[in-house]
T-cell receptor, first 112, second 109 residues
Framework: NAGVTQTPKFQVLKTGQSMTLQCAQD?????MYWYRQDPGMGLRLIYY???????DKGEVPNGYNVSRLNKREFSLRLESAAPSQTSVYFC???????????FGQGTRLTVV | GEDVEQSLFLSVREGDSSVINCTYT??????LYWYKQEPGAGLQLLTYIFSNMDMKQDQRLTVLLNKKDKHLSLRIADTQTGDSAIYFC?????????FGAGTRLTVKP
């Protein structure tokens, strides 16, 4: 049971570089989410996809883009990384928006 | 590996107190969190506690931490139907964050 898989687990970027965080789920879930977690602040929603083919902004979308490639995969892209984007990023999925969310293991991103 | 466990379901009557329990294994945890997931787009941070604290109270919410037993609880006083949701326990250290499976709280009128 893979559940929600995120890659990479760790990444260091220089300011201005771009990268894509990958997320895949094998539970046939409709909804997928990207969060960032900063110490003492809890999770903040960046973007979500309620169903395949749709994406919507969350609480902190600036500086990010997402793609719901298919039902399984939801990627998060940083076009021009900034030190303020240093964080731990979590992908999650759920059957629907009123269902329990399952989380990936997180990606620790450092922007120098 | 490190783990966070919580019961999956809890049902209470409106007006009663709810207590949601969580255990964790990582002795290096620095923050412990409670999140609420309602129908909609994401999780809501309810409260968090530093690992060197025993208790934190915020209006109807009381968090108790027993660091020796690695046991965290969330008490909701005067539970209302609007408190029906899934509650996630989570713990983090400097390197990682782990979530419990979530407890579905059902509040009956």
């Amino acid at each position: 049971n893979a559940g929600v898989t995120q890659t990479p687990k760790f990444q260091v970027l220089k300011t201005g570089q771009s990268m894509t965080l990958q997320c895949a789920q094998d539970m046939n879930h409709n909804s997928m989410y990207w969060y960032r977690q900063d110490p003492g602040m809890g999770l903040r929603l960046i973007y979500y996809s309620a169903s395949e083919g749709t994406t919507d902004k969350g609480e902190v979308p600036n500086g990010y883009n997402v793609s719901r490639l298919n039902k399984r995969e939801f990627s998060l892209r940083l076009e021009s990384a900034a030190p303020s984007q240093t964080s731990v990023y979590f992908c999650a999925s759920s059957v629907g928006q009123d269902s329990k969310a399952f989380f990936g293991q997180g990606t620790r991103l450092t922007v120098v | 590996g490190e783990d966070v466990e919580q019961s999956l379901f809890l049902s209470v009557r409106e007006g009663d107190s709810s207590v949601i329990n969580c255990t964790y294994t990582d002795s290096s945890s620095t923050y412990l969190y409670w999140y609420k997931q309602e129908p909609g787009a994401g999780l809501q941070l309810l409260t968090y506690i530093f690992s060197n604290m025993d208790m934190k109270q915020d209006q109807r919410l009381t968090v108790l931490l027993n660091k020796k037993d690695k046991h965290l609880s969330l008490r909701i006083a005067d539970t209302q139907t609007g408190d029906s949701a899934i509650y996630f326990c989570a713990e983090s250290n400097n390197n990682d964050m782990r979530f419990g499976a979530g407890t579905r709280l059902t509040v009956k009128p």
